[in-house]
């Protein structure tokens, strides 16, 4: 198993500022997932964080708008940029596993 | 038409029912099933985990999948208040300990009633 500490745990925001989410794994793991939770809808995967290379992002999302780090094997960021009510969402981190996902608790974020 | 269907309930039931939740999908490509269920204001937590057709059982809880009809359902018996939670189909295409991308439903509310 893994742990996962994400923090904050929620955030309300001005719009046109960034938000920077913290994720932190009690182990090493070589890939991380950021996930995004809109009300009413599915968990919709951002981008997945490759340490020691540029993050991979999925179709509708972009470097601009969700900048990824992954300084080392235990810690990634995501940021939100220049932020517009329709960001207003959770947002999760995940590592995978032989069998399923771990999921940190989520960011709440809202922009107003 | 979204790769993967759940009915967002809510769904309540009195303690002690047996709970069907089901999801479809249109993706035959896809080899692995889960089910999550997420508590208000946490992260989605890992309840089965399943490969191809079948049927696996934990505790309460068994997972069937039937791809021939590209369905997957969770049955929980005995239901508890505790259960009270959105449960969350998810499935991968390939194992997810290669990283492979997850595609969710839209989670079903359960609410169990005393």
Known sequence: SAVISQKPSRDICQRGTSLTIQCQVDSQVTMMFWYRQQPGQSLTLIATANQGSEATYESGFVIDKFPISRPNLTFSTLTVSNMSPEDSSIYLCSVPIQSGAFFGQGTRLTVV | ?114
């Open chain 2, 1 to 114: 038409q979204k790769e993967v269907e759940q009915d967002p309930g809510p769904l309540s039931v009195p303690e002690g029912a047996i709970v069907s939740l089901n999801c479809t999908y249109s993706n035959s490509a896809f080899q692995y099933f889960m089910w999550y269920r997420q508590y208000s204001r946490k992260g989605p937590e890992l309840l089965m985990y399943t490969y191809s057709s079948g049927n696996k059982e934990d505790g309460r809880f068994t997972a069937q999948v039937d791809k021939s009809s590209k369905y997957i359902s969770l049955f929980i018996r005995d239901s508890q208040p505790s259960d009270s939670a959105t449960y969350l189909c998810a499935m991968s295409l390939l194992n997810t300990g290669t990283a492979s991308k997850l595609t969710f439903g839209t989670g079903t509310r359960l609410q169990v009633t005393l």
